[in-house]
């Protein structure tokens, strides 16, 4: 089989043993949604609940427990990766005007679609004592590539770190590798075509010595697992359920999640009209389950504690679904229960104790009981909200799209203990580490602190 690989191929000895996922000894913040990609931040502690972004020009010097600001050139919502003392991100410089071409397969009317004539998709390093950029790596260019929704960005995906390797997955841009002590480009693979009809959106997981992601098209719908030392294809699963006839409807946008089951590693994809469950060594199908309902363009990610996943199957009719797995990693799940007001379709959900709690899109939150998913309350915080929630020092942070971030206590009653402007656009999913709460917006990367924390 031939594969559109770019780069030379490395060797290196693989240290240690690969456990589920990435290990947090890895990086302090390895995937999107921290260690367990489950939005839990196990080392933060003594975070500021309040800071203040000083005026233009003097964002730092003239605010309030803000470490440093660092300009990002071009657009995108992927959310940063911290190893080290290093902070990683992506992103594409838009380069021209190119030609939108015809609405989507099914669509009634065109999309709201930023297009260029040529992206170039680069891998930042961030010093994360001052700031400063230590590296802006070229990954690769795409000429005419599809256009995005205007609330996508062409690098939306999260990259993920395993050992000293950082892969980023741009859909069907393309995939890369970096070495990151060397800062060099290890390898790049386009063979993984797709339509997203919106731009791409599915972030990758690792999983031993496969990189694993989602290639969930309006014209093929497969998942497959690359070799990550040299982006080779090791398998490729195609999509069983049946979908509707509409291609719009057959399109996602989620992010797979590798837990145990029985005391086997499970990989739990998350696509339209359906929740998969697969052999992450093999891509061999264990089972499916229907939502029951319409779910396409699915974006959160699914959360999982004692064998029980929640899942929200996104647009159309949403709902947030919580599923019984196991005993054993081929048992069929059953669906515990069904919520059905104000579920987003995507932020991700986030578990805190006994409770679930959701963010909506139009700026709803909820907590429900993990166990019966009755809502114990709900309350209006305002905005448009597209990022995902963590809890972090014991308390939720999230932020929304006009730029404010809501600091948030576990309970049982909506306890907003304060709201930061940050008035920039929060599309990325916060990180945070020890005393710092990392925040990329729309324009830049911040670090906040505490300031009689600083070093």
Partial sequence: MKHDVEGNMFRFVWLGICLLGVPAAAADWPQWRGPEGQGHAPTARDLPKQWKIGPPGKEVAGGDNIQWRTEIPGRAWSSAMIVDDVVWLTTALEHGVGNEGPPPPGAKKPQPRSVAASVTFRALAIDRKDGEILHDLELFSVDN???????????????????????????????????????????????QRLNHENGPGSSPVLWKDL??????????QYVVALDRKTGEEVWRTDRSGEMNDNPE??????????????GRDVLLSPASDWLYGYDPKTGNELWKVKYGILGFSIVPRPVVVDEV???????????????QLGPTETTQPQ??????????????????GDAVYLFSDKGIATCLDKVTGEARWTGRLGGSFSSSPILADGKIYVGNREGEMFVIKPGNELNILTKNDFEEAIMASPAAIDNSLYVRTDKAMYRIEKTDAKQ
């Fill in 145 to 191: 590539p599809q256009p995005t929704h205007v609330l996508n960005s062409f690098a939306s995906p999260s990259p993920v770190i395993g050992s000293s390797y950082l892969y980023c997955q741009f859909g069907d841009y393309g995939t890369a590798c970096v070495d990151i002590k060397k800062a060099s480009l290890v390898w790049h693979n386009r063979s």
């Fill in 211 to 220: 990189l694993i992601f989602h290639c969930d098209g309006s014209d093929v």
């Fill in 249 to 262: 409807m057959k399109k996602s946008y989620g992010t797979p999640l590798v837990t145990s089951v029985g």
């Fill in 309 to 323: 996943a929640y899942i929200s199957t996104s647009f159309m009719k949403t709902e947030l679904l919580a599923l």
């Fill in 335 to 352: 669906i515990l229960w069904r919520y059905k007001r104000s579920v987003p379709r995507m932020p991700s959900p986030l578990l805190v």
